[in-house]
C-alpha cells in the first residue's frame, strides 16, 4: 500500500520507467518537481511534448533529427567517402563533441544479442549495406561499444562489407573495455578516431 496520494504515485512510477532513475530518485524528482513553480513544470512538460512530436529518425543514417535528412547528411562540408557506424544516436553526439571527425554517420540501433533475442533483422543493417552499395564510400569506421555484442557485431558487419572493397577500420582502444561511447571524454574519443584500425 503507496503512502502517496494516486498523483503523486502515477509520477513516480512514471519516472522510475527511465534509464537508470530507480524509485528513490523518482521520488526526489517529483518531490522537486512539486517544489517548483506551475510555469517551471508547464514548460517542462511542453518540452517533452515539443521532443516527441518534432524529433523523429533520419532516413538516411537514423540518427535523431528535427528535419529529414539531418544536418550532417545534407552538409556540403562532410566528407562523403567515410561513415562512421554506431550503435545509438547519442553515440553520434558523442563523437561530434571532439570537432575531430568530419564523416557521415549510420545508427544500427543496437548490437547483435541472440540472448535477448535482437537479430540483424532488427538493426539498421540493411539500410547500411544499402548505402556502402551505392557507391562513394571508400571507408567504414566500426564505432561500436568495447562489448561482447559490440565486439560480435563488429566482426558481423566486417564480414558483409568485406566484398564491397570498402576498407574497413575500427576505433582504437583507447575506449576502456565496457565503457559507453556517450560516457567518453572528448579526448579519449580523438584518440580513438585518430589511431583507428583496420578490422581483419
Do not use: W
Not at 512539486?34 to 533520419?58: D, T
Not at 540472448?115 to 569506421?141: C, F, M, N, S, Y
Not at 564505432?143 to 560480435?152: F, H, R
Amino acid at each position: 500500500m503507496t503512502i502517496y496520494s494516486p498523483s503523486i504515485e502515477r509520477a513516480i512510477e512514471a519516472l522510475s520507467s527511465l534509464p537508470t532513475i530507480g524509485r528513490k530518485s523518482a521520488q526526489r524528482l517529483v518531490f522537486h518537481l512539486l517544489r517548483q513553480p506551475r510555469e517551471s513544470v508547464e514548460r517542462l512538460a511542453h518540452a517533452l511534448i515539443e521532443l516527441k512530436a518534432n524529433v523523429r529518425y533520419c532516413s538516411v543514417c537514423y540518427t535523431f533529427t528535427e528535419q529529414d535528412p539531418c544536418s550532417i547528411c545534407t552538409s556540403q562540408s562532410r566528407q562523403r567517402s567515410i561513415i562512421c557506424v554506431v550503435e545509438q544516436p547519442s553515440d553520434v553526439f558523442a563523437i561530434e563533441r571532439t570537432g575531430e571527425y568530419r564523416g557521415l554517420y549510420h545508427v544500427l540501433h543496437g548490437t547483435l544479442d541472440p540472448l535477448q533475442g535482437i537479430t540483424a533483422e532488427q538493426l539498421k543493417i540493411e539500410p547500411l549495406l544499402e548505402r556502402l552499395r551505392d557507391g562513394g564510400v571508400e571507408e567504414v569506421i566500426l564505432a561500436l561499444n568495447p562489448t561482447v555484442e559490440g565486439e560480435v557485431t563488429t566482426h558481423y558487419l566486417a564480414k558483409l562489407i568485406a566484398p564491397l572493397g570498402i576498407t574497413i577500420t575500427r576505433i582504437a582502444r583507447g575506449v576502456p573495455v565496457g565503457m559507453d561511447l556517450e560516457f567518453a571524454d572528448e579526448a579519449t574519443l580523438s584518440r580513438a578516431l585518430a589511431g583507428r584500425s583496420d578490422v581483419r
